[in-house]
């Protein structure tokens, strides 16, 4: 009674799930985002294809056994996604079986035109994403098309993604084809799924920006999450050979060959200038 009292008890969603408190979302999320639109120098370049994917699934299982409703967080997905639109690139939606994409819509920023723009503009293809099973079983998948493969941000990323081998193959033939990945936050998580199939994993000895296992930790006493995480993600990396460039939830965001990363969502804007000038820039 007293958390609720003080804005400090997770919210309880219809379908039994929690979303975060009043006091978390005042802390850690904005109406507005930092985006500002960047005049890019004209893409000349033939692959303006980038694939997105992004997590079907919504709750996360707590050690207390209470269900956090996450999915992709919308500032992470669609901030990066607005710097490489307005740099010439277009996207490809996709999720594992071709359900509807999950956003965490109690942080989208409903004061922010440009996201909402955004969000407009590609919200039929995150309500009915392409196949990614489908994609690669049809051999749908044409190197010279795409320039990127984007995996957002969001707990959800940790849902499905680790243990899909359809991503894993995804991810290295984008590896082998010379393809950037850029990813922010949670996603990291699914380049775990690099190992599958008794694989080594594709970024060992790789500089990545992750969301720290340390910050997760701290949340619920805020009442972000009804709970303490089974698992965290940073500590995992590092344990494979990543060597992780910050300790905070902060704007950095780090280039290593062609893997692009982000440590929280607030580096969305960065991440996405980041990724549309190295886009460009390997092109001409």
Same mark, same amino acid.
């Given at each position: 009674?007293?958390? &609720?009292?003080?804005?400090?008890?997770?919210?309880?969603?219809?379908?039994?799930?929690?979303?975060?408190?009043?006091?978390a979302?005042?802390?850690?999320?904005?109406?507005?985002?930092?985006?500002k639109?960047?005049?890019?120098?004209?893409?000349?370049?033939?692959?303006?294809k980038?694939?997105?994917i992004?997590t079907?699934q919504?709750?996360?299982?707590?050690?207390?056994? &209470?269900?956090?409703?996450t999915?992709?967080? %919308? !500032?992470?997905?669609?901030?990066?996604?607005?710097?490489?639109?307005?740099?010439?690139?277009?996207?490809?939606?996709?999720?594992?079986?071709?359900?509807?994409?999950?956003?965490?819509?109690?942080?989208?920023?409903?004061?922010?035109?440009?996201?909402k723009?955004?969000?407009?503009?590609?919200?039929?293809?995150?309500?009915?994403?392409k196949?990614?099973y489908?994609?690669?079983?049809?051999?749908?998948?044409?190197?010279?098309?795409?320039?990127? !493969?984007?995996?957002?941000g969001?707990?959800?990323?940790?849902?499905?993604?680790?243990?899909?081998?359809?991503v894993?193959?995804?991810?290295?033939?984008?590896?082998?084809?010379d393809?950037?990945?850029?990813?922010?936050?949670?996603?990291?998580?699914?380049?775990?799924?690099?190992?599958?199939g008794?694989?080594?994993?594709?970024?060992?000895?790789?500089?990545?920006?992750?969301? %720290?296992?340390?910050v997760?930790?701290?949340?619920?006493?805020?009442?972000?999450?009804?709970?303490k995480m089974?698992?965290?993600?940073?500590?995992?990396?590092?344990?494979?050979? !990543?060597?992780? !460039?910050?300790?905070?939830?902060?704007?950095?965001v780090?280039?290593?060959?062609?893997?692009?990363?982000?440590?929280?969502?607030?580096a969305?804007?960065?991440?996405?200038?980041?990724?549309?000038?190295?886009?460009?820039?390997?092109?001409?």
């Amino acid at each position: 009674m007293l958390k &609720k009292l003080l804005g400090l008890a997770p919210h309880q969603e219809p379908d039994g799930s929690y979303s975060p408190s009043k006091l978390a979302l005042k802390l850690a999320t904005s109406d507005k985002t930092d985006y500002k639109a960047v005049s890019y120098p004209p893409y000349a370049g033939s692959k303006t294809k980038i694939l997105v994917i992004a997590t079907e699934q919504k709750n996360m299982e707590m050690q207390n056994g &209470k269900q956090f409703s996450t999915g992709n967080h %919308p !500032v992470e997905t669609l901030v990066p996604m607005l710097h490489l639109k307005n740099a010439g690139f277009d996207f490809e939606i996709c999720t594992p079986t071709g359900k509807p994409a999950i956003l965490e819509m109690w942080a989208f920023p409903k004061q922010d035109e440009h996201v909402k723009a955004i969000y407009s503009d590609y919200k039929a293809a995150f309500d009915n994403p392409k196949n990614l099973y489908q994609l690669i079983e049809d051999n749908q998948l044409n190197a010279d098309d795409y320039a990127a !493969v984007f995996l957002p941000g969001g707990h959800g990323a940790m849902l499905g993604l680790p243990e899909d081998e359809n991503v894993g193959s995804l991810l290295h033939w984008a590896h082998d084809h010379d393809l950037f990945t850029v990813s922010i936050c949670h996603g990291p998580a699914a380049l775990l799924s690099t190992m599958q199939g008794g694989n080594d994993f594709l970024y060992q000895g790789y500089k990545m920006a992750v969301f %720290p296992d340390s910050v997760d930790a701290q949340t619920p006493l805020i009442g972000y999450l009804p709970g303490k995480m089974t698992q965290g993600l940073s500590e995992n990396l590092k344990q494979l050979g !990543v060597t992780l !460039v910050n300790t905070k939830a902060d704007n950095a965001v780090c280039l290593d060959r062609r893997l692009i990363t982000g440590a929280s969502p607030l580096a969305a804007d960065a991440l996405g200038k980041l990724a549309a000038e190295t886009l460009l820039s390997a092109d001409r």
